[in-house]
């Protein structure tokens, strides 16, 4: 098993940044979703990461800064930041917002995944700062952390979410911080800065209009020059039992059809549905963000019943319910 610190013990930080001074891999809590964090100029360390993930190495990683000195942390990786990205740091750091800017050709590489170009963030979770800040005293300038799943699976918004994704790796081979459960609980919005205009490539909590008023530019739909993102693969976040998305009235049928044989099936929706009594089921919180903050934990609770089917209530439409219905399209797909 990897090694479990609590992260409110300040040793715990030290232990953390040391760790990734010397090249080893640590859990990291952030106030999205758990990160599996290596020093990103470390090419056998990155390399590891995509190891424990199981992830392509031609998946990029995202480039995790300190809030101290971000402009060293951005000229370092970075060779161009339009004017746009500028206002959207400014707007947007710590927080959960992610940059595709262009990358210097000397450094990064193996974490950029063989792009021209690098994704920084700055995540603003008190004890991902902290990790930041005490690693960089230690000559780490960015850490690079994908979430802490393996490669398609259900980010992880608990340490104890990335204690099970990675049973298989010893005490000596993982770290994990537990700070607690993620306060956003979806990925970062993820804009692409390396076209002139910006580009939204991953949707989040932040939404279209938030940015676009940040940027001071319209925002572009991606299209078939955008990068390839893994988080943007179609199926991705699955968990093992099918997740089904309908409304309330496919919901209210179809349970009506099954009646008592709807024992392999569990249910997340907001609008009330009869089914059969004992079925693994959740209400989904009304509220964007309260649904997204849960989402990826009840995903796993309700795969950990061992169903085969997950039917979940389609969200509702509008701007902030955008990352959630996301995920929720690629876990269905
Ligand atoms: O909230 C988050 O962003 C979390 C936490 C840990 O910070 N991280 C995360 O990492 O979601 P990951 O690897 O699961 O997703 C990173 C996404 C991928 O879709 C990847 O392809 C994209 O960012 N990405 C990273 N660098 C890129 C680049 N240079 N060009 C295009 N896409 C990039
Ligand atoms: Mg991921």
């Not at 500028?86 to 707007?91: K, Q, S, W």
């Not at 298989?168 to 970062?188: K, M, N, T, W, Y």
């Not at 079925?279 to 609770?301: G, I, S």
Request: hydrophobic fraction near 45%.
């Amino acid at each position: 098993m990897p090694l479990l610190l609590n992260a409110q013990e300040p040793e715990a930080i030290e232990r953390a940044a040391q760790c990734l001074a010397e090249g080893g891999l640590v859990g990291l809590p952030t106030e999205t979703v758990y990160g599996l964090a290596a020093d990103a100029d470390n090419a056998s360390a990155v390399q590891r990461i995509f190891e424990a993930k199981d992830r392509p190495a031609d998946h990029p990683l995202i480039v995790h800064v300190a809030a101290e000195s971000p402009r060293a942390a951005i000229d370092h990786y970075a060779r161009d930041v339009p004017a746009f990205a500028e206002r959207l740091i400014a707007g947007c750091w710590p927080g959960p917002l992610t940059l595709i800017l262009p990358r210097r050709a000397d450094v990064g590489a193996v974490a950029a995944g063989g792009q021209d170009s690098i994704g920084l963030r700055c995540p603003s979770h008190p004890v991902a700062q902290a990790v930041l800040r005490a690693a960089a005293a230690r000559g780490v300038r960015g850490v690079a952390a994908p979430s802490a799943n393996r490669f398609g699976r259900v980010s992880p918004t608990t340490a104890g979410h990335v204690m099970d994704e990675f049973t298989a790796l010893g005490e000596e081979q993982l770290l994990v911080l537990d700070g607690g459960a993620c306060p956003v609980g979806i990925e970062s919005t993820i804009v692409d800065c390396t076209r002139g205009h910006p580009v939204l490539l991953r949707p989040g909590m932040l939404t279209p209009a938030r940015l676009e008023a940040m940027a001071g530019e319209p925002l572009r739909a991606r299209d078939g020059a955008s990068p390839r993102a893994s988080g943007t693969l179609e199926s991705h976040y699955a968990p093992r039992a099918k997740v089904r998305l309908m409304d309330a009235k496919q919901l209210r049928a179809a349970f009506q059809v099954l009646g008592k044989d709807a024992k392999h099936i569990a249910l997340y929706a907001r609008s009330p549905i009869e089914a059969a009594r004992g079925l693994p089921r959740r209400r989904m919180p009304d509220d964007a963000a309260a649904a997204a903050q849960e989402l990826f934990a009840v995903l796993r609770e309700l795969d950990a019943t061992g169903v085969r089917l997950i039917w979940v209530e389609t969200p509702p439409d509008g701007a902030e319910w955008d990352g959630v219905r996301d995920r929720l399209a690629r876990a269905a797909a």
